[in-house]
């Protein structure tokens, strides 16, 4: 008896004629471990938590702060951040972080540019162009920080790429150059060709599709001629994916050293930019003129076409799941957790041919049992928690099959209803275990808008409503009256600060306490926090249905009134200390769940 061990293995057989034939075998194991007891976490779109040291928006310094403060000083078991992906340049950029360039590498718009090494060996010639530098991100920083501008990762960007020109002129000391050579070697062609493409957008514009021709495949004699030629560029770009991936590392390292359980919880966009570096660099494996989408429904009568080009389930198959298995393995590399956006395209997505509405696409399935055991042998590379973002409209057994694999759902308290009979709010015990319970999410309003009926009158600002506005208001009021009367009922608004007299309104922050207090009474495994819940913020981050007509991806972490909310003031505040004692303090436990991992692999 012999036991094959975990991983992906090509099998090649001969026929008695001398054909030969090749597959792929994937052993896995068979569940995905949880984590070991109940943890609570932050959610938090990184770009807009500014700090005094941050160069307008974001960055993996003030992440790494953020972590090492809600671990130590409040006992948070994670911080989830929103996708980290490499964008698109352009002018503007793209700056919904839901349509990347490229899954598999971090953005460096994210760097802390003074805490990269090479910042303290710049010349004496060179500082003075540095500190111009640093003078114009603080007042880039200001300006969003006095509410005088919006976040703007162009501008941000620009200056960062100023300075980091500079960085890379430094030589590497041996230990450093011996690092940066093993980060290539493990990265090895998927990093390249992101440099190349990135060096090719340089000099021929963000949209690959409109280059030469010979430049469009990667493989061609032309792009491998132009790749010698700009060797210097691609190294530029190697080096940045490079630097981008350590201070992940770091902030990963202080998550964990700070008590986190989990620590980072880094999310993974559902596709890809078309005309992004993975498009460009994986062509054999995404599907030409087809675009994912959503099927008709409720909420949008005409259905929805997205713009990203999907994966061909037949080409993943065929080459063993390697762009799958690669784009995981760099994404938990400095992760505790993944969440998967749209989870169910596991199991299939809504294909559009481009140029068609959606109503004209399909279903095209993919081999979910195999995606999920690739998913399942990665995490457990590195013993992480996997997170499904698994709202909307679910295929039937899409939940059940996740739930059998270890996969965490989304719950979120406005939806938990009992929607085959009463209607009514979902009682705490009845909520399954096996989520992520929260109250909101980065597309829906934040607690205190929907409490305040804020988000139904901004809709109605920007001509998204399809009932008069009293219709509208109406029904979110009785529909939060009802949460209301549940909370109340239960007893979890009387002891909040202010208190709550029977018939009198509630309290906008007794009542936000009230819904996280209700979510620590289900049994859920991990209980996220929306970090603007804490600050009272009232503005969504991304505003479905808008483009222009609203800053989506945009805004800072502001208070109740709309002013920003540094990240000095936000650990400073009363506010979100209170929130964050009674997430720490009351949490009740459910019992640990096992974390062995099960004795029998899964072939796929």
Not at 443 to 468: F, I
Not at 517 to 536: C, S, Y
């Amino acid at each position: 008896m012999w036991a094959v061990p975990f991983g992906v293995h090509r099998i090649e057989a001969t026929t008695p004629d001398g054909r030969t034939a090749t597959s792929h075998l994937v052993i896995a194991p068979d569940h995905i471990r949880g984590p070991e007891s109940r943890a609570w976490g932050l959610l938090v779109q990184l770009y807009s938590l500014l700090s005094h040291r941050s160069w307008g928006m974001g960055d993996l310094g003030d992440l790494t702060e953020l972590a090492t403060w809600a671990g130590r000083v409040h006992g948070a078991g994670f911080v989830q951040v929103n996708p980290l992906h490499a964008a698109v340049p352009g002018t503007p950029t793209d700056p919904s972080p839901y349509r990347p360039s490229s899954r598999r590498f971090p953005d460096p718009v994210h760097l802390r540019v003074e805490a990269i090494p090479e910042y303290t060996a710049l010349t004496a010639d060179v500082r003075p162009h540095l500190d111009g530098l640093l003078r114009r991100a603080a007042e880039l920083r200001g300006q969003v920080l006095s509410g005088q501008a919006l976040i703007d990762r162009d501008a941000v960007w620009e200056l960062k790429r100023e300075a980091l020109e500079h960085l890379c002129a430094v030589p590497l000391p041996p230990g450093r150059q011996a690092a940066y050579d093993d980060f290539t070697a493990a990265h090895g062609q998927a990093l390249t060709d992101h440099a190349t493409w990135a060096a090719l957008t340089e000099r021929h514009g963000p949209h690959w599709s409109e280059w030469p021709a010979p430049l469009t495949d990667p493989r061609s004699p032309q792009t491998a001629a132009a790749r010698t030629e700009l060797a210097a560029r691609v190294d530029f770009h190697r080096r940045l994916a490079w630097y981008t991936d350590t201070q992940l590392a770091e902030a990963q390292r202080a998550a964990r050293e700070a008590g986190m359980a989990v620590g980072l919880v880094h999310d993974l966009a559902v596709g890809v930019h078309p005309d992004g570096s993975d498009a460009w660099s994986q062509q054999d494996v995404f599907a030409a003129g087809m675009s994912v989408g959503a099927p008709p429904d409720a909420f949008n009568a005409l259905g929805q076409d997205w713009g990203l080009p999907p994966w061909r389930p037949d080409r993943l198959a065929a080459g063993g799941y390697a762009p799958y298995r690669g784009l995981l393995r760099s994404l938990l590399r400095n992760a505790g957790a993944l969440r998967i956006d749209h989870v169910m395209g596991l199991f299939r997505l809504w294909w559009v041919p481009v140029g068609a509405p959606p109503t004209d696409g399909t279903y095209v399935h993919y081999d979910a049992e195999a995606m999920l055991a690739v998913l399942a042998l990665e995490a457990h590379r590195v013993d992480a928690v996997v997170i499904g973002e698994d709202l909307g409209t679910v295929e039937p057994g899409v939940r059940e099959t996740l739930q059998r694999h270890g996969v965490l759902g989304t719950s979120v308290l406005w939806f938990e209803r009992d929607w085959d009979g009463t209607g009514l709010p979902l009682p705490a015990e009845a909520w399954r275990a096996s989520c992520v319970a929260t109250a909101t999410t980065h597309d829906l309003p934040s607690t205190a808008s929907r409490l305040t009926g804020d988000h139904v009158r901004l809709r109605h600002r920007l001509g998204l409503l399809t009932r008069p506005l009293a219709e509208e208001e109406a029904e979110e009021a009785a529909a939060t009256a009802t949460w209301l009367t549940v909370l109340d009922g239960l007893g979890l608004m009387g002891a909040a600060p202010g208190g709550h007299l029977p018939g009198a309104a509630p309290d906008e922050e007794a009542a936000v306490l009230a819904v996280h207090r209700f979510l620590l009474r289900t049994p859920a495994r991990m209980i996220g926090v929306w970090l603007p819940d804490g600050t009272g913020d009232r503005r969504p981050q991304n505003l479905p249905g808008t483009w222009d007509q609203y800053p989506n991806w945009r805004l800072p972490v502001a208070d109740a009134q709309g002013h920003p909310v540094a990240l000095e003031q936000l650990t400073a505040s009363p506010r979100v200390a209170r929130l964050l004692r009674t997430v720490a303090t009351e949490d009740q436990t459910p019992a640990p769940m096992a974390r062995t991992a099960p004795p029998d692999a899964r072939p796929v």
